[in-house]
């Protein structure tokens, strides 16, 4: 089984497809090492395992409003094209999505995935209660009612449990209005970032980091307010566009101000659009939004090297929250996302200079992207990383929910004997 970008083939040496809570608990219970996948749209092996697999679309996919609560539940293996979909049926919607509705929510959450906006928290910001299975096969519901436990779950890599139900705080259905403006000079995007990127609500540039201009500003706007037709230079596109400028725009979500639902606005490709697998390769350092203009400046000095391995970056906000592993945790941060070509040697080699100029701004890795597990400081990074490190010791002494790159990162538990 590989990933959807089909750099990396699992080890795995059992995959299963439990169709209840119980028999997933009975898996779990019963294995030595085990991992939940989601839609394998990870780029690295956050989610491998040497044991078994377990993928949770066979369990019942629940989508269940709670209109007193204003909340919606979710089972494990429900995607956010699903959720989206039926959320918009009954007038509802989410604050915010990824670039592509594809990806699980459980698979979503746990990475710390997010969209763009100033003010809006990653798509973990929305939880309000997990449901887990322990490595003993137990199962808990934890909120924020729990304190730590619960701060350390919702972005938890895996490793404190399998997420079998999520619910998330919704809102009345929305309109929105998308507008993709061209030729932003570096200059003035330096000089006037924070105005940019609060210019709408959701606002991404899209650059090589070469040359004299940011190629494409893409602004999501909340209908009626109409996405700016100009901006510090930009201008507003005559045409619908692709990020990547010399490909069709057919794939991509409406523009051009047309109003239309939150769903079909807030990520970059259309629902019908599913790209099986892709011919590309992610990274993505997200670090306090202060630093944006700086820690760009740091980026476009090594652009010469990075440009060639680059299909195009996509340069992103959000919201500070309170997930201890949250690349976004107590920080209004701006999101410096690559998407390289299909290179990995060549990315993997260059990986530790783009870290290196991205150190001094305490930029945070994506966790399901590529990045040198062993390159950075975590400690110093997460203020809560040692809290994480015993908590996820506590709960899985023997290291059922580990995998290589987690004991990188996490270091390998005491009682697991490995
Ligand atoms: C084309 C593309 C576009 C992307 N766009 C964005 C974007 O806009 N923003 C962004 O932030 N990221 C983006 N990503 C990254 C992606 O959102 C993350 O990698 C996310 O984790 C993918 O979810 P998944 O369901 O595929 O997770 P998987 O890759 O299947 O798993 C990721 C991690 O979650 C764990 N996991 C999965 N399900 C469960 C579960 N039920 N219980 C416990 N742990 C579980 C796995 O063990 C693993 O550790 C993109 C990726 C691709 C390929």
Redesign the pocket.
């Known amino acids: 089984m590989k ?3 089909g750099n990396l083939e699992y080890s795995s040496a059992r995959v299963e497809r439990p169709e209840s809570v119980a028999e997933l608990a009975r898996i779990v219970q019963q294995a030595g090492r085990v ?9 690295n092996r ?2 491998d395992t040497d044991g078994v697999h377990v993928l ?1 679309d066979a369990l019942p996919q629940q989508i269940e409003l709670n209109p007193e609560r204003g909340t919606v539940k979710v089972s ?1 293996g429900v995607s956010y094209g699903a959720l989206c979909r039926a959320l918009e049926q009954s007038g509802m919607a989410i604050h915010n999505l ?3 509705p594809h ?2 929510v ?3 959450v ?6 763009s906006g100033v003010n809006n928290p990653s798509l973990a910001g929305a939880v309000q209660s997990i449901d887990l299975v322990r490595p003993s096969g137990e199962s808990v519901t934890l909120t924020l009612a729990d304190g730590d436990e619960f701060l350390a779950s919702v972005v938890g ?2 490793a404190l ?4 139900g999520l619910e998330l705080a919704v809102q009345p259905s929305y309109r929105m209005r998308q507008r993709v403006l061209e030729n932003l000079p570096w200059d003035r995007a330096l000089d006037g970032f924070a105005g940019i990127v609060s210019s709408a609500y959701s606002v991404s540039l899209f650059t090589d980091y070469a040359g004299e201009t940011i190629s494409q500003v893409w602004l999501k706007a909340l209908d009626p307010e109409p996405a700016l037709a100009d901006l510090f230079g930009a201008t507003a596109a005559a045409r619908p566009r692709h990020p990547l400028p010399d490909m069709s725009a057919e794939n991509c979500t409406i523009q051009l101000d047309e109003p239309g639902q939150w769903l079909d606005r807030l990520p970059h490709f259309r629902h019908e659009f599913t ?1 099986s697998n ?1 011919n590309e390769l ?1 990274s ?1 350092f997200i670090l306090p939004l202060d630093h944006a203009p700086a820690a760009l400046l740091a980026v476009r000095a090594v652009a010469d090297k990075l440009s060639p391995l680059l299909f195009v970056s996509e340069i992103r906000t959000g919201a500070a929250d309170e997930f201890w592993l949250s690349p976004f945790y107590r920080q209004q941060s701006v999101a410096l996302h690559f998407t390289w070509k299909p290179l990995q040697p060549e990315v993997e080699a260059f990986l530790p200079e783009l870290e290196e100029a991205l150190r001094p701004f305490g930029a945070r890795p ?1 966790w ?2 590529l990045f040198s597990a062993a390159g950075h400081d975590w400690e110093s990074l997460y203020p809560r990383f040692a809290a994480f490190r015993s908590l996820a010791s506590g709960h899985d002494p023997e290291g059922k929910f580990r995998n290589g790159l987690l004991d990188t990162v996490l270091g390998v538990p005491a009682a697991s004997g490995r």
């Open positions: 990933n959807w970008a991992k939940a996948l989601g839609s394998r749209h990870s780029f956050v989610g949770l494990g990824a670039s592509l990806i699980s459980a698979g979503a746990q990475t710390g995935t997010h969209g890599l895996g449990g399998i997420v079998t790209p892709g992610q993505e994506h399901g992207k």
